[in-house]
């Protein structure tokens, strides 16, 4: 069965990319990306985030269990201005739909720490086969024009898991990485 996490990667906010022409402003810093609304008030856009997954080591595969986004609605003062919401969340393994997160409404100052309202749990846990990607639905507030959607990172965690045998979702050993 499953192990304990293994490993746990961190994407940079700054790696986001957004899709399609959105008309967004996004600025990259040190501390992750700005996405600012002027041109899009009211709407939603989505980005997304390739997370790189650990490979098979020595017989270990590493089965995804939980994605955490650590992201800011609220305004640069601090001050309770909400300027939008996560609205979904969905996983993807290559082209194929791990998990959605739908109809969520998720707000707020979420820059450090894990809880429900930035960790995604997957239950079961998925072996990725083909590279983990992280899309996020953000609706920008209405009447709200300032206030920019702060992402600072993305991560996922991966539990160890020993198997039997030289066989990796059927493939050998000695091809696994090619």
């Known amino acids: 069965m499953f192990g304990a996490v293994k490993a746990t990667v961190w994407l940079h906010g700054s790696a986001l990319r957004s899709e399609g022409e959105t008309g967004l402003t996004i600025q990259y810093k040190d501390d992750g990306a ?30 995804l269990s939980r994605v955490m986004i650590l992201y800011n609605t609220l305004s640069e003062g601090g001050e309770p201005i909400n300027g939008g919401a996560i609205t979904h969340v969905r996983l993807y393994d290559g082209v194929s739909l791990i998990n959605a997160f739908d109809d969520l409404q998720l707000s707020g100052w979420h820059l450090s720490g894990h809880v429900d309202t930035n960790t995604f749990r997957i239950d079961p846990p998925h072996v990725i086969v083909s590279g983990l990607r992280v899309s996020i639905c953000y609706r920008f507030a209405p009447d709200i024009v300032s206030i920019p959607f702060h992402i600072a990172s993305i991560g996922a965690d991966f539990l160890s898991n020993e198997l039997e045998g030289n066989e990796v979702s059927g493939r050998s050993q000695n091809n696994v990485g090619i």
């Open 34 to 63: 700005y996405i600012l609304s002027t041109p899009n008030r009211g709407n939603t856009a989505w980005f997304h985030f390739d997370i790189p997954n650990p490979a098979c080591f020595s017989d270990t595969i590493s089965p």
